[in-house]
């Protein structure tokens, strides 16, 4: 990181602290986890499970619960407060701001807006992008450079469209929406049908709807529904490079994790969480609440509630305990041998 | 979706129908499957097994095979024609290019073409596109928004690259072909000599071709070959996210679904149909008309016609009936100990 | 391939060689293996294994150890030098040179470059680049079209990065280095806290740094830091389609196969060798020298030198063991019901 900050301001960022401790001289320039961080550093006890690397610490500032009892070595500073994880939480919100400044609110030259396109106030337009015919982008949404907003495509207030996004022809975003750099929204469904030995590509006739507070990771791809829609339910936050087939429907708060594949029609029902690389055939309807392991592959409806590992997916204790059974099988079938012989 | 329709448009857009019932109004904005279809949308009956839905559906007009014997709601049309699904796809294939024209076969003005590019008649080239040097396409293709073509790609007729889509140098793509946003072709492929303990990169000079009437999905990346060409087979369908190493060479008419990954040198014979997220080592000959489950792992060399599962592959009923016993392991454990004590 | 070259030209360009047999006509024109060369191509025997097939090729002129015995056909060279793979390796980077010049060393006209961004010499920028504030490029750099440099990144020597790679903000790229087409470095990390029951996203102000030598194919995703930095380690070669999770740390010359997953804060020590479609669990730790097979699910650290397979990974002989029983499996159970019902 890259920052100057005085004490003074960290004060005024931070909950209302009891400070304990000198620093001879202040010049804070990065935030590190207690273990890495050096002099110069702000760190943190986020979890008390830790605590033990505090007195280990180099860091010059160290933000702890009030019920911390130890003290500072020279040259540190201990401050507690009530929740060191949101005094985090707000520093790191300030110096974002401060790294990472919003763009102007304005079309950058480079730009290409249709005529018909529709922009709220506030709206930031990166260079090289490609805006098309009756787009609408509302309020305070920035656009990064090289995207493309596909004729009549709608993006609400707030969204957030890093680089390189392709949001192709009348696919919709909500509000305060995140799309990370390289993702494609909108992409042709993957389904053909057999006429004289060869495949002909079904026409995709959809859209893709992404809710209000989504997140989707880079290089992500979501392909349009054939008639209707392919839906990302609110809240719900999906990693890098997953694929998202024609007709999904994701329901809300869904965390959904890198390279994991959804095939076409799959339905997920509210609080869904799916470790990486996981994968679902088509037309698979999805527990509320149910968690699936990473590497799964999920063949059958899953029911609310549950937790599944493994290809063929099985509850994960029972998946848990074949595999410790497994390792067993030499054995097994050297004392089954033992035993048969012994007859 | 949002078109608008008049009866005597869907009848002229629809092979000779049968038609049952009456409507008050007429306003037709959408398709839906039966069970989600509303006033206003068209629905239909591709497959008898779903007939049961019909009488239950709020479509305002249904599509129906001729042997179909159940009469409409009130304010309710049935259409009855030889063949719903082809019905449908013609009505679909009119409402394709109303809602997605085509673009208009001119150069945009922000757009960079080598003065020695040679572009046939009929050809869009997007915004923000890079043609190099001795580029080549055809007649009636369409470069999306942001593509790159490298120096020296050659690209056939009807053919349609969508958004971002990088076709690098010397690489080629036939006639008819669709690649979808966001896909790189002709990366340097993954291969490196040990020289002195470190990883000395080995020159690609090969190129990619693809075949008349080949799809890409979005993301996919194929790698070009080290010297000769890495070829995807006339009429193969690729989808999102798959990553087809170099010299790889994939038959006619193959399937490979989502975040496939084929490593360098694999052969596909032709018609080969491949699950999501299965994987193959390298150097494998894949043989005529097998299928490939999702997420198998291939490291050896696949008969024509085999249907294969798991990692390690085996025989899809084999691989079924294991899964089966897995389950039981602890049965069998429990079995062996009560048996080993009884003596 | 698509070049011409001279007999004298290519006995400059390969060590020293001991010319066998003659040529009617000369133009050479491509490189081929040995048993797809064709007329008009080199060839050569890197491996001995395969020898018994240079009697059988038709390729114009072979490169051959100084040990291989046998006499060329009519009208075709054996050329025998020392190291006929280093022989190769000499002519296929003078192809190179002439089959991909590099680009002119400029900016071009329809890049934006910011006026606070320092670029050494000789460095080239592609057709519609975005270069941001406060950017450093080092001598003889490539940008490729399409490149997003963000604010504050930098980019060292001889480096090259190919068209449409997003390189975000305060992002470092050392010298050397090849980034391929598509590629994201410095997307937000995948972590949320969970706030009265919705996700709400933590800060990542942190950054990615590629160390000198590194490659990254086409495609793949590298997540920044929270605090710190993701780090991939002098001479490490990434494949497509990979993602690299916030804060994860490679060492030096690792090599990691397409469509692998790293979750965040995974540390991998030097020489590390991962295949394709593996996975990484979080927070893990990967000993020096490890070796993963492809689509393996690791949940536990790795000792230095391991070779795993499988999910739940087990040493690679264990895992081939336990694999060749498992067939076995229904045997077992019959067997067992057999030896049962007897009692």
Known sequence: MDFNLTFDQLLAILPPAELEGELKSFSLSGIAALERANKGDISFLGNLKYKSLVSKSFASIILLPKSYTGSPKANQIFLRIDDPSRGLAALCSYLESSLYPPPKSEIHSTAWVDSTAKLGTGVAIGAFCFIGKEVSIADNSVIGTHCHIGDHAKIGRNSNLHPGVKLLSRCEIGN??????????????????????????????????????????????????????????????????????????????????????????????????????????????????????????????????????????????????ISILQKRLPELFNRFDDFANKE
């Not at 880079?218 to 999906?238: H, L, P, Q, V, Y």
């Not at 339905?267 to 990486?276: A, L, S, Y």
């Open 176 to 321: 305060d929406v995140v799309v990370n750099a390289g993702v494609v929204i909108g992409s042709e469904g993957y389904g053909f049908d057999q006429v004289e030995g060869s495949h002909k590509k079904v026409t995709h006739l959809g859209k893709v709807v992404l809710e209000d507070d989504v997140e989707i990771g880079a290089n992500t791809c979501i392909d349009r529904a054939r008639f209707e829609e392919t839906r990302i339910g609110a809240g719900s936050k999906i990693d890098n490079l997953v694929q998202i087939g024609h007709n999904v429907r994701i329901g809300k708060s869904c965390l959904i994790v890198a390279q994991v594949g959804i095939a076409g029609s799959v339905e997920f029902d509210d609080n869904v969480v799916v470790g990486g690389q996981a994968g679902f055939a088509g037309h698979l309807k999805i527990g509320k609440g149910s968690k699936i392991a990473g590497q799964t592959g999920i063949t059958k409806n899953v029911e609310p509630g549950a937790f599944l590992k493994g290809n063929p997916a099985l509850p994960f204790q029972l998946a848990q305990r």
